[in-house]
């Protein structure tokens, strides 16, 4: 019986990442973030956000700007829940915007405001639509190309990419996530906050090659952004 109960829910977790079309899982993400956005979202928590980056930043300078350790971030808030639960999307722009540069230093507390009036899904249980970072950069004046299939990338050449990846494409219960990826001083691909811990993200030629190995090759692209 304990066998064939987890062979249910082992089918059943997998359902998602292999039954169901990625633009189909981009939609009802969409549509989260857009009932989300009806709702009154003021989460009071703006001040006290500001306050916590101001302990991270001499952590982010010495990892070159980027944020790569999104679980230490227990004392920040993405709607209802911490940013070291939901943050990756948010995490993900910043990283972005610090890959091309900026004439201040940018304040993570900010760009969660603004994910939270639109943006945010679930009261941030369901972190960030994919879409809502795609109008993020056009908005601030950025070229974006998007796809939610990976034969596709490869005609996709940008600065740099924000890929939303299932962590393992056979358990839909190891969530979603959002990465940036930027080239390095080598002029290779690697995957910033990909793991969450701030370990040194490894190389790849391709954007192809990154997507087939990150997370011993158990993720699964859902989509990605070229940003430039």
Not at 90 to 98: E, G, M, S, T
């Amino acid at each position: 019986m304990k066998n064939n109960r987890g062979r249910i829910h082992s089918s059943l977790y997998s359902f998602i990442p292999k039954k169901i079309n990625n633009r189909i899982v981009i939609k009802i993400y969409d549509l989260l973030r857009k009932l989300q956005r009806l709702r009154k979202n003021d989460y009071n928590h703006f001040s006290a956000n500001l306050r916590a980056f101001e302990r991270h930043l001499p952590h982010i300078r010495k990892s070159h700007g980027y944020i790569n350790d999104q679980h230490n971030y227990t004392d920040m808030y993405y709607g209802k829940v911490t940013v070291s639960y939901s943050g990756c999307g948010v995490i993900a722009v910043y990283n972005i915007l610090n890959c091309f540069g900026t004439e201040r230093e940018m304040n993570l507390a900010y760009l969660i405001k603004e994910f939270e009036t639109d943006g945010m899904v679930l009261s941030g249980r369901g972190g960030t639509s994919p879409l809502a970072a795609y109008d993020y950069f056009l908005r601030h004046g950025y070229n974006v190309r998007f796809t939610a299939d990976i034969n596709e990338v490869q005609n996709i050449t940008a600065d740099a990419y924000i890929a939303t990846i299932y962590n393992n494409k056979d358990d839909i219960s190891r969530n979603i996530h959002s990465i940036a990826i930027v080239r390095n001083e080598n002029g290779r691909f690697i995957a910033l906050n990909c793991d969450c811990n701030g370990t040194i993200p490894e190389e790849y030629e391709s954007i192809h090659e990154l997507l087939c190995h990150i997370k011993n090759k158990n993720a699964k692209m859902i989509c990605i952004l070229g940003i430039d």
